[in-house]
């Protein structure tokens, strides 16, 4: 059975945009369910979003916080090829996986994908990503949001997989350190042991 935080997470946009404050639209949806965060926190969302939500919930709707930003069309992110140098800083932050392209290599926004969080437009060095109106219909599809949910799941779980591989990796290297450190220093008291030992008696 659905959650209060599940019934939530599914009338968000899924853009995963973080302008609510929150980690995503799932952490977002959890605050909500726990009376941690208020209805109107969700730009993309809109005033149609906080009815839904309002509805479910049985409250009457607010007005968006400004303070989150201000309700506008969706967009979809595209790359100036001709501009891209190859840096990844786009893909690194993109919530979903929808820019692909390598180091050094051109990039480009797969438009099915994007959610039009625009956080890529800030990590570009050199200004290559335009912003272009998304169409209602994707805006609105239920199927698009809900791949946008899976995606950014997969994402966030393969980032906490690297996270836990890079984190073992060190302390295995802090191990090995300390283990090293610990036999010099059991050598370098037997070799003290041992200079007192041959030190002429008075």
């Known amino acids: 059975m659905p959650t209060l935080a599940d019934r939530i997470d599914a009338l968000l946009p899924q853009t995963q945009c973080e302008q609510c404050g929150y980690h995503g639209c799932r952490p977002y949806a959890e605050a909500i369910a726990n009376g941690e965060a208020e209805i109107n926190q969700c730009p993309p969302g809109g005033s ?63 438009a099915d994908d994007c959610t039009g969080c625009e956080r890529c437009v800030p990590a570009c060095p050199v200004d290559c990503i335009v912003l272009e109106p998304m169409s209602l219909e994707q805006a609105n599809d239920p199927e698009h949001a809900d791949a946008a949910r899976r995606h950014f799941q997969r994402r966030e779980t393969r980032l906490a997989a690297q996270q836990a591989k890079r984190d073992a990796e060190l302390a295995a290297r802090k191990a090995q350190v300390h283990a090293k450190n610990a036999r010099q220093s059991v050598l370098d008291a037997l070799a003290r042991a041992k200079a007192k030992k041959q030190e002429p008696k008075a």
């Open 48 to 110: 149609e979003g906080i009815v839904k939500l309002a509805a479910l919930l049985g409250r009457a709707p607010i007005p968006l916080n400004p303070e989150n930003g201000e309700e506008r069309p969706r967009t979809l992110a595209r790359i100036i090829e001709a501009d891209c140098i190859g840096c990844t800083k786009c893909i690194q932050v993109c919530p979903v996986d929808a820019i692909v392209g390598a180091n050094k290599l051109m990039h480009t926004v797969v």
